[in-house]
C-alpha cells in the first residue's frame, strides 16, 4: 500500500525546461568588485552600494546556521555568479513587443501569458528571470489607483526616499546569515507600495524563473501598505531541471502600518532534483512582516519544490490588536528536506496570531515544523493558537515538530497541538470501494489534509495550487 | 444485462485472513433483483465475506472462483470491482477528514461512469440528484459539504452509506450489519432506502446477526453461514427460527456434516 | 571552556580507581565539549553563570551528619549520600530478598566487571554534567534486583548536602526479569552548595518501576541531575517528578523503550516562586516496535521565576506501532516570570500514533476577585480554582503515602504564590 501511495505521489517536474536566451553572466566568485558591478549594472545611487557593502562585510563575519534539521555538503560561495540577465533587456524595453519572444514563451509555457489581453484581468505580474525584471503588467492601471508595483531595482532609482526608510527595516542586514548575503547581492524582485485607505484593485504577483546555470538568485521583495490599505500578493517560483544544485537566497519584507492588510501566497516549486537527491535548488529564505496598529499580515505558502527548504515566515505583531496567520501546506518526497515553519512575536496587545501548518512526508525525505511563538511582557491578553499536522507516507521519511513557545506575559495565552497520522488502509479501501483509483485516491486524501489552507489561498491562486498538487499526485501505479 | 441467469456465483471459495482461513469452501448463487439474507453467530466470516468480494488488501483467495454478471471478480482490482457494480455498505464506515462527502461522491460517480464509457454528468445535474438521495435518506443537505464520515454519529454514518448506495446504483450492494448500533427509526429510514431500490436488476446481500431488519427487508433467501461456510439455506422464515432457537445448535452441525461425509 | 570546568577536569584527573576505564573515556568527551552558551540548544534557556560563579567546594567532614526528611506513615530503605560521600550508618541493614544494595568499590571483581560495563550506557553522552558527574561522582551505590523479587518496600535514595558543600553522586539500579521495585530520589541541599546526581536504570523484561523524583527545596543552590531509563521488552515504568526551583535546577530525563510493548509514563510538576529557575528536559526514545509514552508536564510559574521544558519525542525508523503522547500545560503568574516551553517530536516511522500538545494559560483573575467578594481569602481562591491541574498529577502517584505528604506541601506553596 506505502509503494502505491508513494508512486501515487511521483510526479513530473513540469517546469524543468530550459530557456535558450542568450544571457550576460557574470563568472563565479564573489568579493567586493563584484558588488560594486552588480550595484553598477543597476545604476544604483552610492547609498545603496554603501549599504550592500556594509551587509557583504557583516557577511563575512558570520557563520552559517546548523540548527535546521538539513543536510547538505558545504556551499562553495566563489563557485556561484552573482549576476545573469538575458542580453536582450540590456537596453531595457519600453513596451511587451521589444521583450524577446523567447522570453515570452518561457512564461506561457509556465502558464503565466504576459500579454494583458490573455491574462486573468485580476491579476498584475512581475516576471523576474534570473536577475532580471522582464515585465511588470498593468501597471497604468495600478498607477491610476495610486499602487506602485515595479522592480525594485526602479524603485530604488525612482522612489528612493520609500526605499531607504524601509529596506532592512523589518529584516536588518545581519538578522541571518542568508539575509546578509542577500542584502549584498541582490539583484532584483518586486517593490509594491500601496497608498492610504487604498484597496489594491488586483491581485499582485511575482513570478520568479531561474534558468541560467550555476547562478543563485537572490531576489528581494519589499511590500508597504500604509494606513488602511490593502493588497493581496501572491508568489510562484519555478526552475529548469538540472544536476547541480542552485542557491536561492531572498528576502521578503512586508510593512503593514495601522489598519492595513497584507495576504502573501506562495506556491514554491522550485525544481526539487530528482529521485536520488540529485540537483534541486537550496531556498534559504528570510520573509517577515511587521504588523502596527489594528494590521494583518497572513502568510500563505504551498511548498512543494526545492531540494532544500530553510524558511519561516514570520510576523512581528508590534501594534496593538495586530493580527498574524501562517497557513502551510510542507509536500517532500525524494530526498527532499524541508524545514520550514514560521514565527510568531507578540509585542502588542491584544495581538492574535493563528498558525495552521500540515507537513506530508514520502519517500526518503524529511519534512519539520519549526515555530516560535513568543508573548513578549507588553502583549496583555494576546492569543495564540497553533496546530501542526503531519503526515508521514512510508517508513523511510521523517516528519518532525520543533515548536518553541515563550511566554512572558500572564494574561497572554497560547495553545499548541501537534499530530501525526498517516494515510490508512482503510481510507483507501473505502475510496477503492467506491471505484476511485490509487492514484485518486491518495491525491483525494492528501487534499483533504490539507484543505484548511487551501482555502486561505487567493481564488486564482488556489486553481494553481490545486493543480500543482494534482501534478505531485499524478503517476503511474503499478 | 448481460446474462439474466445469474448476477453472483461464488463456487467453493476458500480464503484467509493473515494466514488464517476464514472462509472454507463458500457457496452461493444470486439472480438480478435478488434479495439474500446472510446470517451467522460472531466470528462465522460474515464481514470476512464482502472484503473478500470488494478485494481488500490483506484477505487471500485461496481456490475458488466468483463471478459477478459473466466477469472472473476475483482478477479484478478493488477499484474495477467496484465499477462493474458491486457495492459494499460498511459496518464501520472510515472517516476521510477534509474531503467533503460531495467532493467524494462526484468523484466517485465520475470514475464509474467514465469506465462504463458513459460521459460525465454536470455538476448541477449531480449535485441535483445529491440532495434528493440525502432528502431519501433523512440527512440534511448540509452533510454534502461535511468531510466524509468526519463526526458522524453511528445512524448517520449508516445512511450516508445508504446515500452513497443511491448515488452508485450497483447491480449487487452488500450490506453489512447495517443495522448494527441504529434504533428502530434509523433502521426503518435505511430499510425503506433499501426497498426502493430494489429492482430486477438489483441484487442485495443483507448480512445481519439480528433477524430484525429481516422484518422490514424482506428476503427471497435466508442464508446460515458458520465457520466459513453456508450450512443451511431456507426462505424468510429460517430466519424467524434462528430468532428463536439461536445460533447454538450450529455448534453440532459441522460433527453432522463430518458423520454425512 | 570556563573555570569551573577546568577545575572539575583538573580534580578529576588525580582520581584512580575501578571506573578508571569509563572516567577517562568521559574525561575525553569532556575536554572536547564546548561549555554552553545561548546559542547551545541544551541550555537555551538556561544560563550557567551560577555555575561559574559558584563558591560550593567539596566537604569531606565526617562530622556533618543530615537526616533525610522524615514522611508519615511511610517507610522505606533508605540510601543516604551526606554531601557526595554514602552514609553506611544511615543504610538499612537486612534487606528483603532478591535486593542488594552496594557500594561499587566493595563488589566482587566479577560484579564489578558487570557494573562497570552497564555504567554510563543508559544516560547519553551529551549531557555534560553527567560527563562532570562520570568523572567526579564520589561514592558510586550499585542497586540490583533478581529478576522475578517484588521489592514491596521503596528504596529511597537521599542526597543531602550542607551550606557550600559540592557533591556529585551516582546509581545504578537494575532490575532483573520480572521484577518490582519503587525508587525515590530526593535531594534536600542548604544554600550555595552545587550537586549533581545522576540514576541510571536498567529495567529488564517484564519488570515494572515505579519511580519519584523530589527537589523540593530552593533557594541558591545549583542542582542539576539526570534519571535515564532503559526499558526491555515488555518492562513498565511510571515516574512522578516534583520540582521546585533554585538559582538553577537543571533535570534531564532519558526514557529508551529497548525493547518491544515497553510502557513509559511521567508525570512531572513544578512550582516556581521568587527568581527561581527550573529547565527539565526529558527525552523518550522510541527504538522498538509496540512501545507506548504518556507524558504530562505541568508548572506555575510566578514572580520572577522561569521554566524550561523541553520534551523531545524521537521515534526510530524501527518503532512501528508506537502510541506516544506528551501534554504540556503551564500557567504564568506574573509578568516577570517565563514559561519557555518546547515539545518536540521526531518522527521515522508511518505506522504511529504520536501527539503533543502544550498551552499557557491565565489565573482568572475576575473569577478570583469574585471569590474574595465573597470572603474566600485570595491565597485559597487561587487554590480553589487553579490548583486541580496540579492535583490531577498527584492523584495519579501511586503510592498513597507519599502523594499524601506531597500533597499539601504543594499546595501551600501554591497559596504563597502571587498573582502580579
Redesign the interface.
Given at each position: 500500500m506505502t509503494e502505491q501511495i508513494d508512486k501515487a505521489l511521483a510526479r513530473e517536474y513540469e517546469a524543468g525546461f530550459v530557456s535558450d536566451v542568450e544571457s550576460e553572466t557574470f563568472e563565479p566568485g564573489l568579493d567586493e568588485s563584484v558588488i560594486r558591478r552588480i550595484s553598477q549594472m543597476k545604476n544604483e545611487p552610492e547609498w545603496m552600494l554603501e549599504w550592500r557593502l556594509s551587509a557583504f562585510r557583516e557577511w563575512l563575519e558570520m557563520e552559517e546556521p546548523d540548527w535546521a534539521l538539513v543536510d547538505y555538503p558545504k556551499i562553495d560561495f566563489q563557485a556561484i555568479s552573482y549576476y545573469s540577465a538575458p542580453k536582450s533587456m540590456k537596453d531595457k524595453p519600453k513596451s511587451l513587443d521589444e521583450v524577446d519572444p523567447e522570453l515570452l514563451r518561457t512564461y506561457e509555457k509556465l502558464g503565466i501569458p504576459l500579454i494583458e489581453q490573455q491574462m486573468l484581468a485580476g491579476v498584475a505580474v512581475d516576471a523576474v528571470f534570473d536577475s532580471v525584471s522582464v515585465v511588470t503588467t498593468f501597471r497604468d492601471k495600478l498607477e491610476e489607483a495610486g499602487v506602485i508595483f515595479c522592480p525594485i531595482s526602479e524603485a530604488i532609482q525612482k522612489y528612493p526616499e520609500l526605499i531607504k526608510k524601509y529596506i532592512g527595516s523589518v529584516v536588518p542586514k545581519k538578522d541571518n546569515y542568508y539575509a546578509a548575503l542577500n542584502c549584498a547581492v541582490f539583484t532584483d524582485g518586486s517593490f509594491v507600495y500601496i497608498p492610504k485607505g487604498t484597496r489594491c484593485p488586483m491581485e499582485l504577483s511575482t513570478y520568479f524563473r531561474i534558468n541560467e546555470q550555476n547562478t543563485g538568485q537572490f531576489e528581494r521583495t519589499l511590500i508597504v501598505a500604509d494606513e488602511g490599505s490593502h493588497v493581496s500578493y501572491l508568489e510562484g517560483c519555478t526552475a529548469p531541471q538540472r544536476d547541480e544544485n542552485q542557491l536561492h537566497a531572498a528576502v521578503v519584507e512586508l510593512v503593514a502600518m495601522d489598519n492595513a492588510e497584507i495576504k502573501y501566497s506562495t506556491v514554491q516549486n522550485w525544481y526539487p532534483g530528482d529521485e536520488d537527491g540529485k540537483g534541486g535548488i537550496y531556498n534559504f529564505v528570510t520573509k517577515r512582516g511587521i504588523c502596527h496598529t489594528n494590521a494583518k499580515i497572513s502568510w500563505t505558502q504551498v511548498e512543494t519544490g526545492s531540494a532544500v527548504t530553510w524558511k519561516y515566515p514570520s510576523c512581528v505583531l508590534k501594534g496593538d490588536n495586530s493580527v498574524g496567520e501562517f497557513y502551510s501546506v510542507a509536500l517532500t518526497r525524494g530526498r527532499q528536506q524541508a524545514d520550514t515553519g514560521t514565527k510568531m512575536i507578540h509585542l502588542g496587545k491584544n495581538t492574535k496570531s493563528t498558525i495552521i501548518s500540515k507537513g506530508i512526508s514520502a519517500g526518503k525525505s524529511n519534512n519539520s515544523y519549526r515555530g516560535l511563538v513568543r508573548m513578549n511582557p507588553g502583549a496583555d491578553g494576546a492569543r495564540n493558537f497553533t496546530q501542526c499536522d503531519s503526515l508521514l507516507i512510508g517508513d523511510k521519511c521523517g516528519a518532525h515538530t520543533f515548536p518553541y513557545v515563550e511566554s512572558r506575559n500572564p494574561s497572554a495565552i497560547i495553545e499548541h497541538e501537534a499530530t501525526t497520522s498517516k494515510v490508512s488502509d482503510e481510507q483507501m479501501f473505502l475510496c477503492r470501494q467506491r471505484g476511485l483509483d490509487p492514484e485518486k485516491a491518495v491525491s483525494m486524501i492528501v487534499n483533504g489534509f490539507c484543505k484548511e489552507v487551501f482555502k486561505e489561498l487567493p481564488m486564482e491562486f488556489a486553481v494553481e495550487a490545486g493543480k500543482l498538487l494534482e501534478i505531485s499526485l499524478e503517476g503511474s501505479v503499478g | 444485462m448481460s446474462n439474466t441467469e445469474t448476477l453472483l456465483s461464488i463456487k467453493e471459495l476458500h480464503a484467509s485472513v493473515e494466514e488464517k482461513q476464514i472462509i472454507k469452501g463458500l457457496n452461493l448463487e444470486i439472480k438480478p433483483g435478488e434479495v439474500h439474507a446472510i446470517m451467522g453467530p460472531n466470528g462465522a466470516g460474515k464481514s470476512t465475506m464482502g472484503y473478500v468480494l470488494s478485494g481488500r488488501d490483506g484477505y487471500n483467495v485461496e481456490s475458488g472462483s466468483v463471478i459477478l454478471d459473466g466477469e472472473d471478480l476475483l482478477e479484478m482490482e478493488t477499484e474495477d470491482r467496484a465499477r462493474a457494480g458491486l457495492f459494499l455498505a460498511f459496518q464501520y464506515p472510515v472517516e476521510i477528514p477534509g474531503v467533503s462527502n460531495l467532493e467524494f461522491l462526484k468523484a466517485s460517480v465520475d470514475a464509474q461512469r467514465e469506465a462504463r464509457g458513459e460521459d460525465a454528468i454536470t455538476s448541477a445535474d449531480f449535485l441535483k440528484e445529491a440532495k434528493a438521495a440525502c432528502k431519501q435518506v433523512n440527512l440534511p443537505v448540509s452533510f454534502l459539504k461535511r468531510g466524509v464520515n468526519e463526526g458522524f454519529s453511528g445512524g448517520e454514518k449508516k445512511r450516508n452509506e445508504l446515500m452513497q448506495m443511491l448515488l452508485l446504483k450497483p447491480k449487487l450492494c452488500i450490506l453489512d450489519e447495517t443495522d448494527s448500533g441504529l434504533d428502530i427509526d434509523a433502521l426503518q429510514v435505511v430499510a425503506e432506502g433499501v426497498n426502493s431500490q430494489r429492482s430486477a436488476d438489483r441484487s442485495f446481500i443483507v448480512v445481519t446477526h439480528y433477524q430484525r431488519l429481516l422484518d422490514y427487508i424482506k428476503p427471497d433467501f435466508v442464508h446460515v453461514l458458520s465457520e466459513g461456510k453456508i450450512v443451511k439455506s431456507g426462505d424468510a422464515s429460517l430466519a424467524h427460527e434462528l430468532e428463536a432457537q439461536g445460533y447454538a445448535w450450529l455448534q453440532t452441525a459441522p460433527a453432522e456434516d463430518e458423520l454425512e461425509g | 571552556m570556563s573555570e569551573w570546568l577546568e577545575s572539575a577536569i583538573t580534580r578529576a584527573q588525580s582520581i584512580n580507581d575501578w571506573l578508571a576505564p569509563k572516567r577517562a573515556n568521559a574525561l575525553e568527551l569532556l575536554s572536547t565539549t564546548k561549555w554552553p552558551t545561548r546559542k547551545t540548544?541544551a541550555w537555551r534557556y538556561t544560563p550557567l553563570r551560577v555555575v561559574e560563579r559558584t563558591k560550593a567546594k567539596s566537604i569531606d567532614d565526617a562530622a556533618i551528619r543530615l537526616l533525610p526528611v522524615a514522611i508519615e506513615n511511610f517507610s522505606a530503605i533508605e540510601l543516604a549520600f551526606v554531601n557526595g560521600k554514602l552514609d553506611e550508618s544511615q543504610l538499612t541493614n537486612a534487606l528483603p530478598k532478591g535486593l542488594s544494595i552496594s557500594l561499587g568499590q566493595n563488589l566482587s571483581d566479577s560484579e564489578k566487571a558487570q557494573a562497570l560495563s552497564a555504567f554510563s550506557t543508559t544516560k547519553p553522552d551529551r549531557h555534560l554534567f553527567g560527563l562532570v558527574n562520570d568523572v567526579l561522582a564520589q561514592d558510586v551505590v550499585i542497586i540490583t534486583v533478581e529478576a522475578g523479587a517484588e521489592i514491596s518496600e521503596p528504596v529511597r535514595i537521599s542526597s543531602l548536602l550542607s551550606q557550600g558543600a559540592e557533591s556529585h553522586t551516582r546509581v545504578q539500579v537494575s532490575l532483573g526479569e520480572g521484577s518490582r521495585l519503587s525508587v525515590i530520589e530526593d535531594i534536600q541541599a542548604q544554600g550555595e552548595s552545587l550537586s549533581t546526581a545522576f540514576v541510571e536504570y536498567n529495567i529488564a523484561a517484564k519488570a515494572h518501576l515505579e519511580h519519584y523524583r523530589f527537589a523540593l527545596q530552593t533557594g541558591t543552590n545549583v542542582s542539576i541531575g539526570g534519571s535515564h531509563f532503559s526499558l526491555k521488552d515488555h518492562a513498565k515504568m511510571h515516574s512522578t517528578i516534583v520540582s521546585f526551583g533554585s538559582d538553577l535546577s537543571r533535570l534531564d530525563t532519558d526514557i529508551i523503550h529497548a525493547g518491544e510493548f515497553a510502557d513509559a509514563k511521567l508525570n512531572a510538576m513544578h512550582l516556581l516562586d521568587g527568581k527561581e529557575l527550573f529547565d527539565l528536559h526529558a527525552t523518550v526514545e522510541h527504538a522498538m516496535p509496540n512501545g507506548t509514552t504518556e507524558e504530562n508536564v505541568r508548572g506555575i510559574v510566578a514572580d520572577r521565576a522561569r521554566s524550561v521544558f523541553n520534551g523531545r519525542i524521537h521515534i526510530h525508523?524501527d518503532a512501528?506501532k508506537t502510541l506516544a503522547e506528551l501534554n504540556n500545560r503551564?500557567l504564568?503568574?506574573?509578568?516577570?516570570?517565563?514559561?519557555?516551553?518546547?515539545?518536540?517530536?521526531?518522527?521515522?516511522?508511518?505506522?504511529?500514533?504520536?501527539?503533543?500538545?502544550?498551552?499557557?494559560?491565565?489565573?482568572d483573575k475576575q473569577a478570583l476577585y469574585y471569590l474574595q467578594t465573597r470572603g474566600v481569602s485570595r491565597s485559597k481562591a487561587q487554590v480553589m480554582l487553579n490548583f486541580g491541574f496540579i492535583n490531577e498529577l498527584i492523584d495519579l502517584m501511586p503510592n498513597a503515602a507519599l502523594a499524601e505528604w506531597v500533597r499539601p506541601i504543594i499546595r501551600e506553596r501554591f497559596a504563597q504564590m502571587e498573582?502580579?
Open positions: - | - | 540548544e525508523r512501528q503551564n504564568l503568574m506574573s509578568n516577570t516570570a517565563e514559561i519557555n516551553t518546547k515539545p518536540e517530536l521526531e518522527i521515522y516511522a508511518d505506522d504511529v500514533r504520536c501527539a503533543h500538545g502544550a498551552t499557557v494559560a491565565e489565573i498573582v502580579k
